[in-house]
Structure formats: C-alpha cells, structure tokens
C-alpha cells in the first residue's frame, strides 16, 4: 500500500504525474465514487492527505482521471448523465 493514500474505504483508479509526485485517484471515502490527488516532495516521502476535486465531482460516480503531462487538462469518467461517459476539463490559470 501508498503511505498516505489509503483510507478505510476503496481507493482505485490512480494515475500517477510528475515521476511520482502527484497521484489522482477514485475513492468511495464520501459516498459513490469522487476524484481526490495527493503530492509529496519526492518519491521517499509518504503523500501528503488526499484531497478531494469537489469543483469536479459531483453526487454521482467520478472516476479515472487522466491528465496531460503539464497537469492543465484532465479526462475523467462520470455517471451524471445517467449512464457512463467520458468527460474533459482544463485548469483554470
């Protein structure tokens, strides 16, 4: 297991950035299934507590994100439409 992104409940999904340093990943921590990302300084280092992409998520099942290597655009999938689809978003500069 990744010191500092497990929690009591499933983790899944992760994509891994920055040689190691920054994980996006899904948990059921909060409900169905939200985004959540975690960094550490360097790949000795556990990561810092997960934090959830509530400007992303919604009260339906989020999951696997994909990032652009620069981390400005992000593909994931949702159920908010009712059924699974493939969503996109970019970074706010």
Known sequence: MVPGING???ELDPFVAQGGLVVFFTSVRTGLGDIYWSSRRSTAEPFEPPVALDGLNSVFFDSDATLSVDLGY?????TRSGSAAIYETHASR
Do not use: E, R
């Open 74 to 78: 992000m593909m994931f999938s949702s």
């Open 8 to 10: 009591a409940s499933d």
